[in-house]
């Protein structure tokens, strides 16, 4: 079974600080997407990351994906309110489906 | 913006009721998923449709659950004889298939509606 554990948890940080949200599994994944998710609505992907190694950057995030395709982590520069919310990892194992497999998420709160 | 999109956004029942929810993907999508997702967890995966066909389906997918997408467009889920362990956010989701004209696979991404939020009393 794959699983996809993410770490912290839970984050509460003030405006202006950096962060660094991790992604871990011992299962290889095709690809890994980034997602978030504000309350009561449906998740928003961010970024995927297919090749091992691969570092992408979306304004003040930064995506990489580890090089035996295993984890990944997000870094957010200079967080501001607006970046409050779930941040979800999900992996695709490919094959026929490309169902994905989440992380249980972190929850994310940039004070002002 | 022609995003996935789901219907009901909320649905309040009974125990005991069957309630069915719909979900129209992104038009040019011929991939469609159904997840569950309940509070504090990541979504869980329930189903996949390629086109018409239904090829996997979860084991959280008891069998008072069925899902439908019979033109390959839109897809109905169908909770019959709901439980209150049921109270979840039903999310769909859609994405391409095959490859680019680069040769990159496409499907990788999955594209989220809002939701159909369930409560059962």
């Known amino acids: 079974t794959q699983l996809l554990e993410q770490s912290p948890q839970f984050l509460s940080i003030q405006e202006g600080e950096n962060l660094t949200v991790y992604c871990n599994s011992s299962s290889v994944f095709s690809s890994l997407q980034w997602y978030r998710q504000e309350p009561g609505e449906g998740p928003v992907l961010l970024v995927t990351?297919?090749?091992?190694?691969e570092v992408k950057k979306l304004k003040r995030l930064t995506f990489q994906f580890g090089d035996a395709r295993k984890d990944s982590s997000l870094h957010i520069t200079a967080a501001q309110p607006g970046d409050t919310g779930l941040y979800l990892c999900?992996?695709?194992?490919?094959?026929?489906?490309?169902?994905?497999?989440f992380g249980t998420g972190t929850l994310l709160a940039v004070q002002p | 913006d022609t995003g996935v999109s789901q219907d009901p956004r909320h649905k309040i029942t009974k125990r005991g009721q069957n309630v069915t929810f719909r979900c129209d993907p992104i038009s040019e999508h011929n991939r469609l998923y159904w997840y569950r997702q309940t509070l504090g967890q990541g979504p869980e995966f329930l189903t996949y449709f390629q086109n018409e066909a239904q090829l996997e389906k979860s084991r959280l997918l008891s069998d008072r659950f069925s899902a439908e997408r019979p033109k390959g467009s839109f897809s109905t889920l169908e909770i019959q004889r709901t439980e209150q362990g049921d109270s979840a956010m039903y999310l769909c989701?859609?994405?391409?298939?095959?490859?680019?004209?680069?040769?990159?696979?496409?499907?990788?991404?999955?594209?989220f509606g809002p939701g159909t939020r369930l409560t059962v009393l």
């Open positions: 990351v297919v090749t091992g190694g």
């Open positions: 999900a992996g695709s194992g490919g094959g026929a489906t490309n169902k994905l497999i």
């Open positions: 989701a859609s994405s391409r298939g095959g490859t680019d004209t680069s040769g990159r696979v496409l499907g990788y991404e999955q594209f």
